[in-house]
């Protein structure tokens, strides 16, 4: 199993840009499917992108199309999530989350999912 690690958040602007990075640790990285979370204060958890286990894949929340892009990079055992456009309401912390399962499963995280990160802060000042 892999364990994942988030890193890149920070305190913006809005209309500025952010890439978050999600790195995994362990073997067989390339079998999962991994996706982005986030939770704002007072708010449950909801998905933002989810990628295949190729990269080929991807699907995103309504509220992020066309702001961010997810990417994967096998070879560095990575998944980046590329935030254009961040606005008041993209404050949260977000968490990347791997599933064998599929991204599908990911993206519906409606349950248990196999590995989460521990999160990393986005703060977008208006």
């Known amino acids: 199993q892999v364990q994942l690690v988030e890193s890149g958040g920070g305190l913006v602007q809005a209309g500025d840009s952010l890439r978050l990075s999600c790195t995994a640790s362990?073997?067989?990285?390339?079998?999962?499917?991994v996706g982005w979370f986030r939770q704002a204060p007072g708010k449950e958890r909801e998905f933002v992108a989810v990628?295949?286990?190729?990269?080929?894949?991807?699907d995103y929340a309504d509220s992020v199309k066309g702001r961010f892009t997810i990417s994967r990079d096998n070879a560095k055992n990575a998944v980046y999530l590329q935030m254009n456009g961040l606005k008041p309401g993209d404050t949260a912390v977000y968490y990347c989350?791997?599933?064998?399962?599929?991204?599908?499963?990911?993206?519906?995280?409606?349950?248990?999912?196999?590995?989460w990160g521990q999160g990393t802060l986005v703060t977008v000042s208006s």
């Open positions: 989350a791997a599933d064998t399962r599929g991204p599908k499963v990911v993206a519906e995280n409606r349950g248990y999912l196999e590995v």
């Open positions: 362990g073997q067989n990285f390339p079998k999962y499917a």
């Open positions: 990628v295949s286990w190729g990269g080929g894949g991807t």
